[in-house]
């Protein structure tokens, strides 16, 4: 039987995603971001193992819940259990949240069976992407692409680094590659925290990110306006 292997899991979640639901958290992420919040889900299969079925009665023991979100580290990194746990619970509201790395054709075969995503978006330039990410950003804006033509109602995030992404030429990048996204609800400013650099330490790491994690954030919101996409920060 099919196990996925996760990082943790929150049966009383308001914050990911709309209403009352359960959060699974998967464990394993492909990319390595500068200043990651949550380094303890890089590595994959150091979590818990679960089966289609464990997660079935967490998901559904609560009957106030009525959604369920896969978050992570990369949901998409473990499709073929994702897929299968979609299937079985067609009657709650699913959401994800993910970095869209992963292969056009599971994202599509995930996106049909998905009532909501959260995307996040860090770096339009491929280059700049592949410094601060450790991955090429082609197939993320390929599945963005995909998204912004669907019907499927999504949100991109942008979790906002100093120096890095919070450039004007960025935002206007990324503005003008949602531009004209139906089923854009809005754009989701997250401001970069030093507190990120505390959980490296208890994990034995060393904290150092390759920005300046004391300059300030720009926060050019207009950029969003001015192509007539709504955006808040978190």
Known sequence: QQTINIAGIM???????????????????PRRCEGCHNPE???FGTGTDMTVQDLFWRVKKNPLVRGVTFSG?????????????????P??????ETSAYASPDLFR???KRLSFVM??????????????????????LE???MLCRGGKPFVVRIPLIPGVNDTRENLEATASFLAGAVSLLRVEILPYHKTAGAKYGMLGMEYRPGFDVDAP??????????YKIRSKIL
């Open 143 to 145: 599945n963005l692409r």
């Open 41 to 43: 889900s890089w590595a």
């Open 119 to 140: 995307m996040d978006v860090k770096l339009m330039d491929a280059g700049l992407h592949k410094h601060y990410t450790g991955v090429d950003n082609a197939v993320i």
């Open 73 to 89: 580290g990369e949901p998409l990194m473990q499709g073929a259990f994702l897929l299968e746990v979609l299937e079985g619970i």
């Open 91 to 96: 009657d709650l509201h699913t959401a994800i």
């Open 109 to 111: 075969q995930v996106l």
């Open 11 to 29: 049966e009383d979640s308001i914050v990911d995603g709309p209403g009352l639901r359960t959060a699974i958290f998967a464990q394993g992420c």
């Open 217 to 226: 954030l720009r926060l050019p919101l207009t950029v969003f306006e001015n």
